[in-house]
């Protein structure tokens, strides 16, 4: 029950502009549109148990209270940070009481990725039955770390995170409610919302430091980064961010563009990741996607590792960028790492034959007598250098796994492939240089 002077307590900016109704709500209208899921939802007055995953800020909470008023449905939340099972199963009860009178519940479990697996199993006989509609909010991947059986009976719906019209409509209706406008030049009101990096409640959070400072002189970029504390980037070195912003680098130099490549990479060392890891990335992209295009690649990114741990950051920085550079402006080939594959495939199937006994030792007598190194052309003694000699297998077809593409080093080592293929086909077949 509320107190007497709870009315005139001091209320926070961002509990203050909290939406009223789920047409409030900004940069969701994916979801919240007449046509989007939970517009549907909600013109039927029937909710699902859903999960809301999404990056801090973007409005999950309230969402999952809208959703509530919207279906008349008592609004139970919970933390799964500061709740256990004694706390589930009395919600619970509460929930059997309210059906037996016709009322519905809406159990909101923020952050439920941190429940283990046991207590998420916990919620499946109330969901299933109906006693509760499950509301989840996570900012980690579900698919990571929701039980499989929780997954399958809730709809994972991604919200995003604000955009820049978003931020712009809630510093808005911040100025409205305040009276005034915030005391920032536009480079200033710019580096605001670059700094809350799609959180509203983070931006409203500064909002509400800003409203504080004197209305002259006003604020710009610079002024602003003096005056208020910055964001620290989000990043989980453990979570699905280091994986996305991995495959975004790795998928850059890929892609050649050593400017996003740069970027991805400062994201990373701006959050903290091990350059280690960094390292090991770099150079065993040099192998994968560079290959024999560039044989300096592999060399450059094992230079690039040697000279960061003897220098370490942040001087060591400078030599990661290096690599990127080079690594994204190298002529590109997987030529050698889909012949591994190819090879390893063929050996799997293959791994009983043996090989053919002219290129076998014959160290003893018996060997000798097996046909051991009989018939051994060595290829030095041919007058190219080349012996046009079958080195499978001799149950086994020739294959080509390593085909090399038409750039950088590997045009030429094209050139030499095709030239032995086609003296290997003369002397299989007797033809131009056949006795050689």
Partial sequence: ??????????????????????SEVVGQDHLLGPEAPLGRMLARQRVASILLWGPPGCGKTTIARLLADGTDMEFEPLSAVFSGVADLRKVFEKAKERRQMGCGTLLFIDEIHRFNRAQQDGFLPYVEDGTVVLVGATTENPSFE??????????????????????????????????RALPLTPDGREALKAMADGDGRYLLNLTEEIFLLPSEPLLDGAGLAKTVQHRAPVYDKNREEHYNLISALHKSLRGSDADAALYWLSRMLVGGEDAGYIMRRLTRFAAEDIGLADPAALPQALACWDAYERIGSPEGDLMLAQCVIYLATAPKSNAAYKASKAAARAAKTTGSLAPPAHILNAPTNLMKDLGYGKGYAYDHDAPDGFSGADYFPEDMRREQFYQPVERGFERDIQKRLAYWDKLRRQRATGGPDGDS
């Fill in 1 to 22: 029950m509320a107190s007497l002077f709870e009315a005139d307590a001091p209320r926070p900016l961002a509990d203050r502009l909290r939406p009223k109704t789920l």
């Fill in 146 to 179: 929701l039980n499989a059986a929780l997954l399958s009976r809730c709809q994972v719906l991604v919200l995003r995170r604000l955009d820049d019209t978003a931020l712009d409509l809630l510093l808005t209706r911040a100025e409205e409610i305040e009276g």
